[in-house]
C-alpha cells in the first residue's frame, strides 16, 4: 500500500468515526431535552394536582358540613310533617262539626 492509500483509507475512517461521533452526540443532545421536558410536565402536572386538591378542600362539602345540612333538611321536612298533621286535624274536625 502507498502512502497516499493509506492516508485515504485513514482518512476514511476518521469520517466515518467523526459521523458516528456527531450523530451520537446529537441523540444523546435530544434524549436529555426530552427529559428535561418530561421532568418539567411532571413537575407542572405535580403542581396542577396540588392546586386542585386544594381547591377541592376548599370548595366542596366536608362531612360534617353535610351532616349539619342533613339535620336541617331533616328539620324542614318534620316541619312540614307537622303541619300536615295539623291540617289533617283540622278538616277532621270540620267535617265532626258538619254532622
Do not use: P
Request: one cysteine or more; a positive charge; hydrophobic letters at 45%.
Amino acid at each position: 500500500m502507498t502512502g497516499a492509500e493509506l492516508m485515504a483509507v485513514v482518512t476514511f475512517f476518521i469520517t466515518i468515526c467523526g459521523v458516528l461521533f456527531v450523530a451520537w452526540w446529537r441523540i444523546e443532545n435530544r434524549i436529555n431535552a426530552t427529559k428535561k421536558e418530561a421532568l418539567h410536565v411532571a413537575n407542572k402536572t405535580r403542581d396542577d394536582f396540588v392546586a386542585y386538591q386544594l381547591h377541592v378542600a376548599e370548595h366542596y362539602v366536608t362531612k360534617v358540613s353535610m351532616q349539619e345540612q342533613t339535620r336541617q333538611v331533616m328539620g324542614a321536612i318534620q316541619t312540614v310533617g307537622t303541619r300536615i298533621d295539623s291540617l289533617i286535624e283540622r278538616v277532621d274536625r270540620f267535617y265532626e262539626n258538619k254532622k
